[in-house]
């Protein structure tokens, strides 16, 4: 019986003078770690567009008709123009100019007494005095009448000129400005001008 028992004896003993020889393995296990995800490309904002300019306007075409030829086609102005043929002017502002118009339309024409206007139209040198009052040299536009406290006319006399609301000739309103023609421009008022009366020469006292 111990013959039996001394072999296996010596192979248990073996085997534990082996497992106490090996070291054990201390160092903890790595554990890999993930990659970081890239971060998103953002793609850049475009530059804001520049907001584009509004168009400026065209130009207004170039007059193609004189005054008389303009006033004429209004069809507004028949009282002045026949006035103006009866005063001999039609020619004159028919020539080169420049001039500017104060025009009275056929309603601003009405407002003066019947008898007066039919006085006045049978009147040529009168009737000249009163038309030439109505036109000032040159081209003068509603932008630099505004800014005139007076103007000269063909007459001789002097316009007053109030533009503090809207523009007002010698208290007529120009109710249509700057309508341009190929010798000057017209601007249509309101009510008829009629020029101040000359101041009458003082009398000579006897001698």
Known sequence: MKKSLS???????????????EKK???????????????????????????????????????????????????????????????????????????????PTDEAFAKVPKAELDKLLKNKKKLAEVLNYHVVAGSVKAADVAAMPTAKTVNGADLT???????KINGATVISPDIMT?????????????????AKPAAKKAG
């Open 182 to 198: 190929t010798n000057g421009v017209i601007h249509v008022i309101d009510t008829v001008l009629m020029p101040p009366k000359a």
């Open 161 to 167: 000129i109030d533009a503090t609301s809207g523009v």
């Open 7 to 21: 072999p296996l004896f010596a192979v248990v003993v073996a085997l534990s003078i082996a497992a106490c020889g």
């Open 25 to 103: 393995d201390t160092t903890p296990p790595v554990t890999e770690t993930p990659a970081p995800e890239p971060a998103p490309v953002v793609a850049a904002e475009p530059p804001p567009a520049e907001p584009e300019k509004p168009a400026e306007p065209a130009p207004p075409p170039a007059p193609t008709k004189d005054i008389l030829t303009t006033a004429t086609d209004a069809g507004n102005f028949t009282t002045l123009l026949s006035a103006l043929d009866k005063a001999a002017l039609t020619e004159t502002l028919k020539g080169t100019g420049p001039f500017t118009v104060f025009a």
